[in-house]
């Protein structure tokens, strides 16, 4: 007798920007040094990275950046770890403001305090325009020579919008500002040219959107930096105050990625952003999360009814995943505007349009299934129903003043 085997589709990731589906390639280097780890030890197993780190990831990730490969100046094990690190070392004093903006991650964040509250200079937020943009123009108006650092995430973590970082960099060209980028949510889906940018230091995590291994990230540095920055402490060097080293083995694995993210961006693809927005926009309920005028590869959303925990689960039923973020990620944003949890759905290499489609009826259903059944009012005089509910128009807000984070 013939039994016939249901075809089911395959688990659509639409968590890239978490940590996306890691290649098979990058899974096998991975798994291969770390059984020859177990059989010749971690001795022999560093010495046959270190070679690869000098011949060849520093030169694909300066090929990435569009920097030279001495740029590249340390692998650490994320970004934000790199970030924390150099603001330990950076001289900045009583006098001086640093710049960050509502976008600004929790993790980054919070080293901005601790460099406020070590250094007492003063910490403002960049405002945003009516859009939700940063506010170029006030930038330009402000900044001087007592501005030591500005921070800005080219992708926020908690939504998509596609900051102006080259735009930025001519504004703070000609001062005396360190400009510090992290890139951790763009690198690997948009472009990100460092001599562009202008960045002092661009820092990021190599298992977001280039599909490496976790626990493996980046910082590269400008040579104004480099002279800038104080040698660390003594207890430094030998404690857990520098960042990280990654392991070995998912060094490898992300020189593998490199290499197929290289393979992979010389060919043309789909913009899938639009149909992927549209899938959300169009359901009753929700909400994007989309500030600016420039979003790009990630998108959160909310509905007005059900929870994002349990749209996730309902969602992970049909086979779809998605990231769950909280208003934490990006503290001077979301909380603000009433955000507690969203949704956060972003685009891999491997996403397809029929994984848009497979969402889009997904969501649709979960929906429509916890939708109340219409309620049949009386009719008034002259035969129309009586509406049983108005719904206001949600709209976006901006601001042009800026914020002073005080102790």
Sequence with gaps: MNVQ?????????LDAATAGHTPAAVRTVVAELLRREDEYGTHE?????????????????????SVPATDVTSLVTGGADAFRETLDRLPVGPGDRVW???YEDVARLTAL?????????????????AHGDLDLEWMAAQIDEDVALVSVAQVPAGCGIVNPVEEIGRILAPHRALYAVDVSYAVGHLPVNATRIGADLLTGDGWRFLGGPAGVGFACTSPRLRSALTEPGPAARYDQDLPGTPHSASVAGLNTALLLHGKEASAPREDLYPQLRDAVDRVAGTELIAPGRVQAGVLAFRHEELTASQLRRELRAHGIVLRKTVAQEMPLHLPERGI???LHASLGHDTTARDIV???????????AHRPAEV?????????????????????????????LLR
């Design 5 to 13: 085997t249901p075809q089911v589709e395959r688990t659509v990731r």
């Design 45 to 65: 197993l560093e010495e046959y990275v270190e070679d690869i780190v000098d011949t060849e990831v520093h030169e694909r990730l300066g090929t990435l950046l």
């Design 100 to 102: 960050t903006t509502p």
């Design 113 to 129: 305090f601790a460099l406020r509250d070590r250094t007492r200079c003063r910490l403002d937020v960049v405002p945003l325009d």
């Design 340 to 342: 507690t949890t969203a």
């Design 358 to 368: 497979r969402f889009a009826e997904a969501l649709d259903a979960i929906v429509s």
């Design 376 to 404: 049949v009012l009386p009719r008034a005089v002259g035969g129309s129903p009586i509406p049983a509910t108005a719904v206001p128009s949600r709209t976006s807000r901006g601001s042009r003043g800026h914020l002073t």
